[in-house]
């Protein structure tokens, strides 16, 4: 079997949730000698392509990679969302949902929420002189803030959290993530009747009533969206945060940049979304045979960008493996994904981690890792280090 085949096969062998610390050697592999790989997921016949012009060429290009591809994989468990609609359905739902993720909403008033429930766990430890801060912080602010701007009631939080786990463990055990789905619509259906009679400003009214030209949400809709929202907040800004905080506590040069210039501090986000994408792979199903990098993708395929690598591809970053602030080409990097499906949270990730790392940093003086700690980036479908033993004071 040819080197960068059986590289990849190795890779995708077992489950897309495993602790793996160091895919980037196979990305590297693949992007010399096989930039396209047909390989058998999980999921079926899978193209896989790595190079970070075709990733970005694959994303911007909707009417050959369409993004129903999703619904093959994470859209079996949250039913029809925005992630797999495409065309004029795409759009009608995005104008609908845009509002309640601007700038604007996020400076009025989200910035104190994020920054109450950072506060409020970090009190929780800052005084033991030590603390894991991805149990202890990373893991579940993120959602504890979703909880906040959907208002549900913060006593339903852990089994919140369980569901919203559980979802994603649809390709490795579908009937763990089918419950958790059918519980999650069971929790919010009666929730969304009273939110309907009795509006607040809380996401779920927001959703429920809002409306462009006279287009509305249906309640299916709104549920789905909402099923969507809670991975969206459970597995993706906890693994940035942890990424970012592991990246300076291991970068001296970096934190010391961090700290002395706030402006560093959003240098520090951008390069840890290039370096760590939290979410490493997109899928797209192509609408008819298309060549990328020399090999013919059939019609129907199941196709992975993958992010993760696109973002370590060393004809687009110099030194790719290097986390390296101020690099030239900030915010390029393509984690939040490109083009019509470009993340929606991509504000609300940013303010979550950048309130999370100033707190932290004005809070908890001479922060480091424990001397000890033996903590690694981990991860293939997601990646963020899986503990932040720290000691301060
Ligand atoms: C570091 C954190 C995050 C990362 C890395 C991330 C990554 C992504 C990526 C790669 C996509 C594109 C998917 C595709 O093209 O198929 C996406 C879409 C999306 N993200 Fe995020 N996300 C993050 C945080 C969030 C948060 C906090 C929210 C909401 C609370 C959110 C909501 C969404 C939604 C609704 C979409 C679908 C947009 C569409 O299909 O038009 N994301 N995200």
């Known amino acids: 079997m040819e080197p960068a085949f059986e590289s990849a096969t190795r890779l995708f062998g077992g489950s897309m949730m495993s602790p793996i610390p160091d895919p980037y050697p196979v990305y590297r592999q693949l992007r010399r000698d096989r930039p396209v790989v047909m390989l058998d997921g999980q999921l079926g016949r899978v193209a896989l392509i790595s190079r970070y012009d075709d990733v970005a060429?694959?994303?911007?290009?909707?009417?050959?990679?369409s993004a129903r591809g999703n619904a093959r994989g994470i859209g079996m468990v949250m039913g029809r969302t925005i992630l797999e609609m495409e065309g004029a359905e795409h759009l009608r739902q995005r104008r609908l949902v845009t509002p309640a993720f601007s700038p604007r909403t996020l400076r009025?008033?989200?910035?104190v929420v994020v920054e109450n429930v950072i506060e409020r766990l970090v009190d929780g430890f800052a005084g033991d002189g030590k603390a894991d801060l991805v149990s202890q912080l990373t893991f579940t602010f993120p959602l504890r803030v979703m909880a906040h701007v959907m208002a549900l009631p913060i006593d339903d939080f852990d089994q919140f959290h369980h569901w919203a786990i559980d979802l994603l463990s649809i390709a490795d055990d579908p009937q763990r993530g089918f419950d958790a789905a059918a519980k999650i619509v069971d929790y919010l259906r009666p929730i969304l009747e009273e939110r309907r009679r009795d509006p607040g400003s809380d996401l779920i009214s927001t959703l429920l009533h809002a409306d462009v030209e006279g287009e509305r949400l249906t309640e299916e809709e709104v549920l789905s969206f909402l099923r969507l929202l809670l991975p969206a907040g459970a597995e993706t800004t906890y693994r940035l945060t942890g990424s970012l905080l592991h990246a300076l506590l291991t970068h001296p040069e970096a934190h010391d940049e961090v700290r002395s210039d706030p402006a560093g501090l959003d240098r520090a986000i951008e390069e840890t979304l290039r370096w760590e994408a939290?979410?490493?792979?997109?899928?797209?199903?192509?609408?008819?045979?298309v060549e990328v990098a020399e090999t013919t993708i059939g019609p129907n395929e199941l196709v992975m960008l993958a992010i993760g690598s696109a973002n370590r591809d060393g004809a687009h970053f110099e030194d790719p493996d290097r986390f390296v602030l101020g690099r030239r080409s900030v915010g390029d990097h393509l984690a939040f994904g490109f083009g019509e499906h470009f993340c929606l949270g991509s504000n609300l990730a940013r303010l979550e981690a950048r309130t999370a790392v100033r707190i932290l940093f004005d809070r908890l003086p001479n922060l480091r890792l424990a001397p000890d700690a033996d903590c690694r980036i981990v991860g293939l479908a997601f990646r963020s280090p899986d503990r932040l033993p720290v000691v301060f004071g």
């Open 108 to 111: 009025e008033g989200l910035d």
């Open 278 to 289: 939290a979410v490493q792979y997109v899928s797209r199903e192509t609408t008819r045979a």
């Open 57 to 65: 060429a694959a994303l911007k290009d909707s009417a050959v990679f």
